[in-house]
């Protein structure tokens, strides 16, 4: 904590090889990004663009059989190559995550105010009585309603939104520094969605925390964070302020998956655009850019190697060589 | 229906629905204690498998203090008496008191059991669980060497066990609990890996718990039921597998009795006197029975998603 302006985190170009019974598949290339205290991040990208494995990569929960290369940094030390023993001590303290299925993060044998409570002794030298009520403020906070009565509950005995309130209740007992939310609202109704993305906006403002919102919804990620990263094919293909990046979309893949998004209003029997072809196998990536066999402006030299990311405005980079055709007035196909 | 009978049925239903207020406030908070015991006095396995082993281990306590006739002194001239006043299930081939001999051969199969399972347990479930956090090449070592011992059946080690030892109830004992410390390997092994690849404890992990805090708190608690249900089988797996070894003389040793030996005698006079065989069948079929559905019910009464109120 030198200064207000050093990165709280910064993750400098970010590799991540996971074994798979295909081969050696490369998750997650070239990923870099920096977050300072109390900054938004957004990563957006359908399933299997490296998403969640760089949410893992800095939580340090990859399998022991992941390779990790590049650098993250927490505060200026390094985390990648920590002993698990040292990475303990963060997580969940420094860096606590909040993850897509509520349904499961939650053990079922244990009572919800056991489960809140379990971080702050783990972490912090408090005794149980205090992290009993500690826990109870922490669910009155998420708004679980009568937490005093229901602090001995089970999980079973909540609804899919109360007990997304109950992990997140649980991933901000100790004040981390970061939060990594993982698609915190997929397995959720839409109407209970906004609350907690309110409730997860409240909070990290009211905190002073850094947050990485994971998400594969435009409008989430568009509403939520002040940048945001576009992943495909485990590389940022876009990334910027998040107004900056939806006003002027610069990647082909970007553009696409902005067509792709359903609309309210649209015509009865209107069909959802889509993006033509497949997500490649990351055991199995194409040389050049990955998003050059759907892409409908590739030539010769995108297939030739993997693209340098273009400065296109302030702090807004596309990892392609033809903006000046898909920046051009509409993009393409649009 | 007369207006007197039904203004004083409202009462009624207030209190009841007052009843039925309080009971659910009990449900949360420090109650959950005394809430156990409430469930498990209505619930009919529990309540049934807990009586018959509760026989079981009666019978071998009383048999400490008192049996209605020494179960040692041989009496070849009143032997295979049907039963009477005096010996009320009648005497064995060596004129020995049946009933007697039940209550003396319980304490053997109680410790058999006991003592056997709870060497397959607390070595199963320890290999078992250290499998499944490792991984690699630890999970590798353990359950290859759980093959192995697998490949022996238990009368082969004891075989085995008794050359080196000699004969008797440790070796069998020995023997029994070493067969089974692979079979609760492999049931722990494979219920903690599916409780490993659950999101809550990758949960636990974010939360920055180390894997052996992750086994205590999340792993176990959770596979507690199926480790109980593979007990009471085992245990009666052992008490089977005594008797065998009782029949090949490695087991319980003459003249302590135990249902086993008490069966395996009964084997040679099946046409003279069936009953013979019947009583310590009998016997062994309600102590499986009794843990069995002991088991099922521990099973029910300890996961918090089945406990509802009825």
């Not at chain 1, 107004?243 to 959802?272: D, E, I, S, W």
């Not at chain 2, 304490?107 to 070595?123: E, N």
């Not at chain 2, 440790?170 to 494979?190: D, E, H, K």
């Amino acid at each position: 904590m030198a200064d207000g302006d050093a990165p709280l985190i910064e993750v400098k170009n970010l590799g991540v090889t996971l074994n798979t019974s295909r081969g050696p598949a490369q998750a997650v290339r070239g990923v870099s990004f920096a977050l300072r205290r109390g900054e938004t991040l957004g990563l957006v990208g359908e399933s299997g663009c490296g998403k969640s494995v760089t949410a893992l990569a800095l939580m340090g929960l990859l399998p022991d059989s992941a390779v990790i290369s590049g650098s993250i940094r927490l505060d200026g030390a390094e985390l990648v190559g920590l002993p698990d023993s040292a990475y303990c001590k963060l997580r969940g303290n420094r860096i606590s995550m909040i993850f897509q299925e509520p349904m499961t993060a939650l053990n079922p044998m244990h009572t919800i105010g056991h489960q809140v409570a379990e971080p702050l002794l783990r972490h912090t030298g408090v005794s149980a009585a205090q992290a009993r009520q500690e826990a109870i403020a922490l669910l009155d906070r998420v708004g679980l309603p009568d937490a005093s009565k229901r602090v001995d509950a089970y999980p079973h005995q909540f609804s899919g939104g109360q007990r997304q309130r109950i992990t997140i209740a649980m991933a901000l007992a100790c004040q981390p520094d970061v939060l990594i939310a993982d698609e915190p609202t997929t397995a959720l109704d839409v109407t209970i969605q906004g609350q907690i993305l309110d409730l997860i906006a409240d909070l990290v403002a009211e905190r002073g925390m850094s947050m990485i919102l994971i998400s594969h919804d435009l409008g989430v990620i568009a509403e939520n964070v002040e940048r945001m990263m576009v992943m495909y094919g485990g590389t940022v293909v876009e990334s910027g302020e998040t107004n900056a990046v939806f006003t002027r979309m610069g990647h082909p893949y970007t553009q696409g998956l902005f067509r792709a998004r359903p609309r309210l209003g649209a015509r009865k029997g209107t069909r959802l655009k889509t993006i033509a072809g497949t997500v490649p196998e990351l055991a199995d990536l194409p040389a050049g850019c990955t998003f050059a066999d759907r892409c409908a402006i590739a030539e010769a030299r995108c297939r030739a190697a993997l693209p340098a990311v273009v400065d296109v405005g302030a702090a807004h980079g596309v990892r392609c060589i033809r903006t000046d055709v898909s920046m051009a007035a509409g993009g393409v196909g649009a | 229906m007369p207006s007197s009978t039904r203004a004083s049925r409202w009462p009624t239903c207030e209190r009841a629905a007052d009843r039925i207020r309080r009971h659910r406030g009990n449900r949360t908070g420090r109650a959950a204690a005394t809430g156990f015991w409430r469930r498990a006095l209505r619930h009919r396995s529990f309540v049934l498998g807990a009586v018959l082993s509760l026989l079981v281990l009666g019978a071998a306590l009383l048999s400490l203090v008192w049996t209605p006739w020494s179960a040692y002194d041989i009496d070849v001239a009143s032997k295979l008496h049907p039963p009477s006043a005096a010996h009320w299930l009648g005497t064995d081939v060596l004129g020995r008191d049946i009933v007697s001999l039940l209550l003396v051969g319980a304490r053997s199969t109680i410790m058999v059991g006991v003592i056997a399972v709870g060497i397959g347990l607390s070595f199963g479930v320890g290999l078992g669980l250290i499998a499944a956090a490792r991984k690699g090449w630890t999970e590798e070592l353990i359950m290859r060497m759980s093959d192995f011992t697998f490949a022996f059946p238990a009368v082969l080690s004891a075989i085995m066990l008794a050359a080196v030892a000699g004969p008797g109830m440790v070796t069998s004992i020995t023997a029994i609990g070493i067969f089974q410390i692979p079979t609760f390997v492999r049931v722990t092994r494979g219920s903690a890996n599916a409780i490993w690849a659950r999101e809550f404890v990758l949960a636990a992990r974010a939360a920055g718990k180390g894997s052996f805090r992750i086994t205590i708190e999340h792993v176990l608690p959770n596979i507690l039921s199926i480790l109980i249900v593979q007990a009471t089988i085992q245990f009666a797996l052992a008490i089977l597998a005594e008797a065998a070894l009782s029949y090949l003389g490695l087991g319980t040793q003459p003249p302590q009795p135990s249902w086993g030996r008490m069966l395996n005698d009964a084997q040679t006079l099946l046409f003279q006197s069936p009953m013979l065989a019947v009583y310590p069948g009998a016997a062994i079929a309600i102590a499986v029975l009794g843990l069995n559905l002991l088991g099922d019910g521990l099973r029910d009464l300890l996961d918090p998603r089945l406990a509802r109120e009825r």
